[in-house]
């Protein structure tokens, strides 16, 4: 049976951009501003507070691994007040040696390895909500082992070195977010996926995507009454099933349209629709654009490159 959060990971084709070393001293904070590209950092030595804007403030410790899939703005810091450094990402120039905040010399109270990496799919936006807005997970040494992996092989010119980053990011991603999944209470896929009954109805519209599914379908397979399915769904998941089904549904369209290679007719039929007439209306009503114009708006993207 399909595995949902592979498809997931896969679908939103993560991508390394950056990774850098992390130290502070002494008193010493600094508050990012909200960035939108997924964040990663692996705490290896000593230990530092997080505050992520709508999240509970964390004390992060050596071992401890966090990813912000959309990364908001948050606040990193030591624990003596002070007023925190103001960084903006997206205009930060990148550097290849370890950044030191607070005192200069002596050691760090804390090292950190982290950067942030590019999800290349357009609808990582709809993927993305599915996912907790922090993953904490801490004492997992295979995630800290993934982090130095990223950080070295990015500082190489080897070749393979771009398709080695992304799939280093993907196993990162799936590594996180099955640590987490057992423990999140935010609705999304994990929350979803850790729910014995939900989680056989996930796989199944992700086996058979092609399938005519209804929510009654859907709960039978799950051994549910159907009100109590449909209720169950959306307090896990934090949408409906069809609605769910329909988003999964236009995203691996999307995937195959991008593709170039494959007729309107047989996008249609591969993700559940009859026709194409009855998917272009389905796409048109979700997208605010019809397949054909999706389709030329990426050939016209890609000539400007």
């Given at each position: 049976?399909?595995?949902?959060?592979s498809?997931?990971?896969?679908?939103?084709?993560?991508?390394?951009?950056f990774?850098?070393?992390?130290?502070?001293?002494g008193?010493?904070?600094?508050?990012?501003?909200?960035?939108?590209?997924?964040?990663?950092?692996?705490?290896?030595e000593?230990?530092?507070?997080?505050?992520?804007?709508?999240?509970?403030?964390?004390?992060?410790?050596e071992?401890?691994?966090?990813?912000?899939?959309?990364?908001?703005?948050?606040t990193?810091?030591?624990f003596?007040?002070?007023?925190p450094?103001?960084?903006?990402?997206?205009?930060?120039?990148?550097?290849?040696?370890e950044?030191?905040?607070?005192?200069?010399d002596?050691?760090?109270?804390?090292?950190?390895?982290?950067?942030y990496?590019?999800?290349?799919?357009?609808d990582?936006?709809?993927?993305?909500?599915?996912?907790p807005?922090?993953v904490?997970?801490?004492?997992?040494?295979?995630?800290?082992?993934?982090?130095?992996?990223?950080?070295?092989?990015?500082?190489?010119?080897?070749l393979?070195?771009?398709?080695?980053l992304a799939?280093?990011?993907?196993?990162?991603l799936?590594?996180?977010l099955?640590?987490?999944?057992?423990?999140?209470?935010?609705?999304?896929?994990?929350?979803?996926?850790?729910?014995?009954?939900?989680?056989?109805?996930l796989r199944?519209?992700?086996?058979?995507?092609?399938?005519?599914?209804?929510a009654?379908?859907?709960?039978?397979?799950?051994?549910?009454s159907?009100?109590?399915?449909?209720?169950?769904f959306?307090?896990?998941?934090g949408?409906?099933?069809?609605?769910?089904?329909?988003?999964?549904?236009?995203?691996?369209?999307?995937?195959?349209l991008?593709?170039?290679?494959?007729?309107?007719e047989?996008?249609?039929?591969?993700?559940?629709?009859?026709?194409?007439?009855?998917?272009?209306?389905?796409f048109?009503?979700?997208?605010?654009?019809?397949?054909g114009?999706?389709?030329?708006?990426?050939?016209?993207?890609h000539?400007?490159?």
């Amino acid at each position: 049976m399909a595995d949902p959060l592979s498809q997931v990971i896969e679908l939103l084709r993560p991508r390394a951009v950056f990774s850098k070393g992390i130290s502070g001293a002494g008193r010493w904070a600094v508050r990012y501003a909200e960035f939108g590209q997924p964040g990663f950092a692996a705490v290896t030595e000593g230990r530092c507070r997080l505050a992520v804007d709508g999240e509970e403030q964390v004390v992060l410790e050596e071992g401890d691994f966090v990813l912000l899939p959309a990364t908001p703005a948050f606040t990193m810091s030591g624990f003596e007040p002070v007023s925190p450094e103001f960084i903006d990402p997206k205009t930060a120039p990148g550097v290849a040696t370890e950044v030191r905040y607070g005192r200069p010399d002596g050691p760090p109270d804390v090292r950190q390895f982290g950067g942030y990496f590019s999800f290349e799919s357009p609808d990582a936006a709809m993927v993305v909500s599915l996912l907790p807005r922090m993953v904490h997970v801490r004492s997992v040494p295979r995630l800290t082992q993934l982090v130095r992996l990223v950080g070295e092989e990015a500082e190489r010119e080897n070749l393979g070195r771009d398709l080695i980053l992304a799939r280093l990011v993907e196993i990162l991603l799936i590594e996180a977010l099955r640590a987490v999944s057992l423990h999140t209470s935010q609705p999304g896929i994990l929350r979803g996926l850790s729910d014995p009954r939900i989680a056989v109805a996930l796989r199944k519209m992700h086996s058979d995507i092609q399938r005519s599914w209804t929510a009654a379908d859907l709960a039978r397979e799950a051994g549910m009454s159907r009100s109590s399915f449909f209720e169950r769904f959306i307090r896990t998941v934090g949408t409906s099933p069809m609605e769910y089904l329909l988003g999964w549904r236009i995203a691996v369209a999307k995937s195959l349209l991008r593709s170039g290679a494959i007729s309107l007719e047989e996008v249609a039929g591969r993700i559940g629709y009859g026709s194409a007439s009855t998917f272009c209306t389905a796409f048109t009503r979700q997208e605010g654009q019809s397949p054909g114009r999706f389709m030329r708006t990426l050939i016209s993207a890609h000539a400007k490159l």
